[in-house]
């Protein structure tokens, strides 16, 4: 399907690995120019090059994005970004007795103030030019709460609920607001999960790793690379009748019937 988004530009968070880096490409490959942001300035290089071989303009910007001088040198790079994709590590798993108020801050500022200020600082010009995309990249504990992740749990749920809200009011201007909720891919996150459970229980991170395959319905962790295609549909310019939805992609990890 050709997706009519060539030519626009992208600004795509935590883009050098993982699901940030699949959506990327994905977009790369249909012709978007893309700017891409991430700490780890050695696999932003790589990632940078990689994306150049599919012929668009590709800008890499090595920042932290949960900060504001971050934010600023993202924006700078890609001041007027016909596509957001919003993307931040998840804070770290742990008992909620442990954390402190400074934790659940840096939860909050990462993975829900900082989606919510990038989107304020693009979404007018979106409107002006009746184009927009917005992708945010959350989680399915959104859906399903995952214990060691209460961090995440509180701070992504609560990015839903403000988009929930603000995307119906820009929709009319032909500007989309929707949210991906990843299961289990197979990332870095995913094997950083295993590890800590594994020192929980005292095992090993295969030992968890089989268990949390043997619970997959589809038999299998997912490729980052279906996450990307379905970012990429949601940034169309078919998909405009689409906005404040969360879609899950876990595989059938979810047992609900909504």
């Known amino acids: 399907m050709e997706l009519g988004i060539k030519g626009k530009k992208a600004l795509v968070c935590a883009a050098s690995k993982g699901l940030g880096r699949a959506c990327a490409v994905s977009l790369a490959r249909e012709g978007v120019n893309v700017t ?9 290089a790589q990632t940078a090059a990689d994306l150049r071989e599919f012929g668009v303009a590709i800008e890499a910007v090595a920042a932290d994005v949960t900060t504001s001088a971050g934010r600023a040198a993202a924006l700078a790079a890609c001041p007027d970004p016909d596509i957001l994709v919003n993307n931040a590590g998840g804070p770290p798993p742990g008992d909620f007795r442990n954390w402190s108020r400074d934790d659940w801050l840096r939860a909050l500022d ?11 600082a693009t979404v007018d010009a ?35 609920g403000f988009i929930a809200g ?13 949210n991906l909720l990843p299961g289990a891919f197979d990332t870095d996150r995913l094997r950083a999960n295993f590890e800590y459970n594994a020192r929980l229980r005292n095992s090993t991170p ?53």
């Open 36 to 44: 891409i942001v991430a700490r780890g300035r050695d696999a932003l």
């Open 206 to 258: 295969e030992a968890m790793r089989h268990a949390r395959l043997a619970a997959q319905p589809a038999g299998r962790f997912g490729d980052p690379s279906e996450f990307g295609e379905l970012c990429a549909y949601l940034c169309s310019a078919q998909a405009g009748f689409i906005t404040g939805q969360n879609f899950l992609i876990d595989g059938g990890a979810y047992p609900g019937t909504f």
């Open 126 to 160: 979106m409107i002006a030019r009746r184009f927009g995309r917005i992708v945010n990249i959350t989680s399915g504990a959104v859906k399903a709460p995952i214990d060691e992740l209460g961090l995440s749990n509180a701070a992504r749920t609560g990015l839903t």
């Open 166 to 178: 603000l995307a119906r009011k820009t929709v009319r201007h032909n500007v989309t607001i929707n």
């Open 110 to 120: 990462a993975n829900m103030l900082t989606p919510i200020e990038l989107i304020k």
